[in-house]
T-cell receptor, first 112, second 115 residues
């Protein structure tokens, strides 16, 4: 199946831990994104990479570090997790400015 | 900067009712406009899009017209079904101040259809 896949789907962890979320797309898209959806369903962009190059970094704490080993992968590493980091994180990809984004199914992160 | 304003929900309708979810936007230049749908427990799916003024996007009985004069992209459906219950997001794709493009979302409208 062609898609954007992210793992894990659920992640429960304690405050202060470090965790990673992985994302892969097999659509041949050049640009990948991370979005955060809060408890009120509000979606906010965090990062964008184009061909492994960071092009958008939206005022995100530096505890969050994206890594793109190649244009098909964009992983998100989070250090020293805080309660306020609890949210659903969506990975997405796009081909060009006309097309919309293709989203993964999300990772629900719960920090306890 | 770019922004999207959606009508606040939640919206509750009876099956076969007519649906309108209002969306207006603020953007420089000529953005592309989108409606996304999020079913419970799932990710976002592209529902329809329009890339220039007066374009009409349509899919699954939903439609929306890109109105530049009123900066609007209202979502409509003539007869809703229980399976349409979801959260609907209006979005635009424009350029940031640094020339990079991103998708900016409205706050979402939760729609519930009752049999």
């Amino acid at each position: 199946d062609t898609a954007v896949s992210q793992t894990p789907k659920y992640l429960v962890t304690q405050m202060g831990n470090d965790k990673s979320i992985k994302c892969e797309q097999n659509l041949g898209h050049d640009t990948m994104y991370w979005y955060k959806q809060d408890s009120k369903k509000f979606l906010k962009i965090m990062f964008s990479y184009n061909n492994k190059e960071l092009i958008i970094n939206e005022t995100v704490p530096n505890r969050f570090s994206p890594k793109s080993p190649d244009k098909a992968h964009l992983n998100l590493h989070i250090n020293s997790l805080e309660l306020g980091d609890s949210a659903v994180y969506f990975c997405a990809s796009s081909r060009d400015r006309v097309d919309g984004y293709t989203f993964g199914s999300g990772t629900r992160l719960t920090v306890v | 900067g770019n922004s999207v304003t959606q009508m606040e929900g939640p919206v509750t309708l009876s099956e076969e009712a007519f649906l309108t979810i209002n969306c207006t936007y603020t953007a420089t230049g000529y953005p592309s406009l989108f409606w996304y749908v999020q079913y419970p427990g799932e990710g976002l799916q592209l529902l329809l899009k329009a890339t220039k003024a007066d374009d009409k996007g349509s899919n699954k009985g939903f439609e929306a017209t890109y109105r530049k004069e009123t900066t609007s992209f209202h979502l409509e459906k003539g007869s809703v079904q229980v399976s349409d219950s979801a959260v609907y997001f209006c979005a635009l794709r424009g350029r940031t101040n640094f020339g990079n493009e991103k998708l900016t979302f409205g706050t979402g409208t939760r729609l519930t259809i009752i049999p």
